[in-house]
Every structure is written in C-alpha cells, then in structure tokens.
C-alpha cells in the first residue's frame, strides 16, 4: 500500500464529514488540472474552530486530507488558520506520495479560505 | 483484509500451472540457444517449433507466419512501422481508440512524413464501416485496427474491415492483444494480415508475444542484429516465454469456449448487480459485442481513484478510467472518444474478469462497491463536480 495506516483509516472513516447550516466561515480550493476540491466550514467559538465539517470531491487522499485537517484545526484560532500550511495537513496524514501532495495543498487552501471569510464576516 | 478477487485480468493474468510446468525445464537442462546446431541448441528449437505450431493452428496461420517477440508493444510497433517503412510513404487508417503502442506509432509515422487518419468511434466505441471506406484514400498502404478496446471490450468489425481491405490490396493489420484466446480469430476467414497477441493476457509469461505476418506481405524489420524468425526479428529468441506461450494457447484451445460463456454471464451479473443498487451509474462499451470479461462501469460524480482505493482495501482489484498522475487528472482518452461526459468518464471503473472469478467473488464486489459510492457521494459539495 503507498499510503500510510493514518491516510488509510481516514479515508475509511472520515470525520466531521457533510454540510455545515449557517457557518461562521466557509472557503473552498481547487486543484487546477486534477479537479480535486475540498470545501471546509467552520463554526467559531471566541475565535476558535470550536466546529469543522468539510465537503470533498477527489481521489482518496484528498478525502482523508480534508478529514485529518477537520481535526488538526479544531480549537485553534482563526487568525492563525489563515496561515495553514498544506505541509502541516501531509503531516497529520503520516506523509503523502509525490504525486498526491497536491491532496494537502488543496485542503490546506480551502481552510485558509474559511478562516479568511470568518474574519471578513467578523469584521463586516 | 481476508478475501482477495482480481478483477483487472486485462492488464496481466496469473500464469496457468500447465504452462509454468512446461516452461520450468527451459531454465535449466534444455538451456541452449536455438541457433546452435548441437544438440543442445536443437532441443530448444524444437520446444520453439512446438510452440509456433500450436500458435499458428490456433490462428488457422501457417507456422512460418508467426514471429515471436518481447511484448504487445513490440509487435504492434513491428507491425504497423513494418508495414509503413516497406512502402515509404502514404496513408495509413487507424482509430482513436487504439492502444499507445499503435497510436504513438502512428504519430511517430507522422513525424516521418505519413498521412494518418484516426477514425471516430461511437458511443458504444464501435468504429463505422462506412467510416473506414470513406477515409480510402488511393495512397492509402495501411489499416490497424485494434479487435477490442482493453478499457471497455468492445469488439470492431474486423472481419468486415479485413474484407474490404482485401478488396482495395491494403495491408489489415490487428492489435488483438485484448481478444487473443478469448475469442475465435482466423486470420484467412477475416483477412489479416498482421496480427499482434501477447501472452501474459492469457495465462502465459510477461515478455512474450508475437505477430502474424501473412506470406507474401511486404514489411521490413525494425530490429536488426542475426537472422533470427527468418530474418524478420533478430535477437536469441525468449525460448522459456515462448514454450509459455505456446503452452498458454493450448490451454486457451481447450477453455476458451466454456470459458466465453461463464464470463459473459459473471460480467453481466456484475453490471446487473451494480445497477441494481447503486444510483447514477452506467456501462461503457457495446452492450453485447464485447470480449467476455469485460465490465466498465462508470459511477457519475466519483472519482475513479477514490472507488479503486476503497475496493482496494476489501481486496478486490479493479482499474480507473482516469488516471491522476502528479496532480493532472485526465479522463481516458478512449471514453472521450465515445462521447462519454466528463461527469462520468471521471468516474468509470473497469473489472476484467478471467478463469479463477466465481459468482461469489461478483457478489462480493456488488456488495462493496455499493456502500463506497454512497460514502464518496455523501462527501460531495453540494453543485460540484
């Protein structure tokens, strides 16, 4: 298998997986040329990711991606998830292959644009 | 994970007990070159004289028309470079749906100066007869046409094809990789020039296959080094590979008929089965003229990957029809060609069934597919893809 047990039980057992009604913030990423998309909401709490759900459309690790983030930013503050790094998704996955690095990129993109239409709505 | 069931037989097929037992004795005691005139060089042309007779019997080809090579690859580029290279120049009719190995050899004869039509297909992947006649040119030397499509199974009019080829005194040449041993080919009764098949599509070894080239066709070598295969492919012939192969074709001999019957039944349980449980999908390729084992099914709105993955993990093997390489996904060429939108030419999913797939391990299949679709639809955004 050429991924890790970690992206494996993720994509098998997704969490916080589905729609979120009337989130505090909500953004989405497309990989150009592959398709791939990951949709993330967010529901804030003093400024924090007190609840995550994500919406996926892609090859497995892009599902498990956007599951291992739900839960990597749950409790963080928001400001700092404008700055997410997709090398910190691939992290929480145990790592991807070369070709599918593209898996973090596009869910780490989605949660940044969460966390920035949070602050926007919070600031509007 | 306990049960394992391989459902991609179109890429590789393990090889028969029968013809591992027949090839073992040629890695050891019967080892010589075939070009020797010892004894020891005599024995193994023998084994090699054995198995061009079986393959040219199961053909209804004469033995000194069968050329043994290293792959399907090969014979496809000695086949349709051969027959180009021997005339010069011209036109040269092949189809979209091609394997790379005749495509990108099309397209190499481009380079060189040829003309190339590449025919249409239509949304079953079937090629138009009237399609072939309208593309005649005078200069036209050449038509490959593949006998079926490994990604959907669909099988062309070859035999039609091969009859007014004849007619015009153009060169037919096959690519029956995908149908060699699964269904009946007689190269007089269709006309045929040249025919590519391969062994480890049947039940024989990886690196070995062949092409039938008709007495009196006129090809030029593209490998040149001794005088091997009567001067038409040098290099010391593969002589364990091709007592596989021959071996393999006897043993197709025998099945292959039984075998026909049982697959087409188990592929269409599959297809039924799906269908009935799982929403928005559909089959690719003819519905009936179709190499047996062959099931593409295409699930709207999913990824191939996600499905092949999922499947992966019930151990069961399948194949997509997309391919996402280095983050650019590419839906198969051969699905655009027929028309099939990209909602779900994304999604299509290939099960190649063979000798050892039961009615259980279909059943299984249809129970697990069901439940991964589900999952991967729930994930959907809602409006995308």
Not at chain 1, 20 to 43: H, K, N, S, W, Y
Not at chain 2, 114 to 137: K, N
Not at chain 2, 154 to 177: C, K, M, N, S, Y
Not at chain 2, 371 to 382: E, F, M, Q, S, T
């Amino acid at each position: 298998m050429r991924y890790s047990p970690t992206l494996i039980e993720h994509f098998l057992n997704p969490r916080n997986m589905g729609l979120m009604r009337d989130p505090d913030g909500t953004g989405e990423d497309e990989f150009e040329g592959c398709g791939d998309l990951a949709r993330m909401f967010l529901r804030l709490q003093d400024g924090r990711a007190a609840e995550v759900r994500f919406q996926s459309y892609g090859c497995g690790p892009t599902i498990a991606a956007a599951s291992a983030a739900s839960e990597l930013i749950a409790g963080r503050a928001v400001e700092e998830l404008v700055n997410l790094k997709a090398r910190e998704v691939e992290d929480a996955l145990d790592g991807l292959p070369d070709d599918r690095k593209h898996a973090a990129e596009v869910v780490a993109g989605a949660v940044r644009a969460a966390a920035l239409d949070a602050l926007r709505r919070r600031g509007a | 994970m306990s049960r394992r069931v391989y459902l991609d037989h179109n890429a590789s097929t393990p090889v028969h007990p029968e013809v591992l037992a027949e090839m073992v004795p040629y890695f050891g005691d019967v080892f010589g070159n075939p070009s020797s005139v010892h004894g020891f060089g005599r024995a193994a042309r023998e084994a090699v004289d054995v198995a061009r007779d079986r393959v040219a019997t199961f053909l209804c080809a004469r033995p000194d028309e069968i050329v043994f090579t290293s792959g399907g690859t090969e014979s496809d580029n000695f086949g349709v470079k051969g027959l180009a290279w021997a005339r010069g120049g011209g036109h040269v009719i092949t189809s979209k749906i091609e394997h790379h190995a005749v495509l990108r050899t099309c397209q190499a004869l481009e380079a060189q100066g040829f003309d190339v039509t590449y025919l249409p297909v239509d949304e079953t992947g079937m090629i138009d007869l009237d399609d072939v006649r309208r593309a005649l040119r005078p200069d036209t030397i050449a038509i490959s046409i593949m006998h079926a499509n490994s990604e959907v199974g669909t099988i062309q009019p070859v035999r039609a094809i091969g009859a007014l080829a004849r007619e015009r005194g153009i060169a037919f040449h096959v690519d029956a990789v995908q149908t060699f041993g699964k269904v009946e080919i007689d190269v007089e009764a269709f006309n045929i020039d040249l025919l590519s098949f391969s062994g480890h599509k049947i039940y024989g070894p990886k690196g070995v296959a062949g092409l039938y080239i008709r007495k009196g066709t006129k090809m030029v070598s593209v490998q040149h080094g001794g005088e091997h295969e009567r001067r038409r492919r040098a290099g010391t012939e593969n002589v364990p590979g091709i007592v596989g192969l021959g071996k393999a074709v006897e043993v197709r001999a025998r099945e292959m008929k039984d075998e026909a019957v049982r697959l087409t039944a188990l592929r269409d349980r599959l297809w039924e089965g799906v269908r009935a449980r799982v929403p928005d999908v559909r089959l690719n390729g003819h519905p009936t003229e179709r190499v047996p084992g062959t099931a593409n099914i295409a699930y709207k709105n999913v990824e191939s990957e996600s499905i092949v993955l999922g499947l992966d993990l019930k151990g069961i093997a399948v194949s997509a029809g997309s391919a996402c390489t280095a983050g650019s996904v590419e839906p198969s060429y051969v699905l655009v060609a027929m028309g099939v939108p990209l909602e779900w030419a994304m999604g299509a999913v290939r099960a190649s069934l063979g000798r050892s797939t039961t009615a259980e391990d279909i059943d299984y299949v249809v129970e697990s597919v069901e439940p991964i679709v589900r999952k991967l639809r729930a994930a959907l955004p809602v409006g995308a893809a």
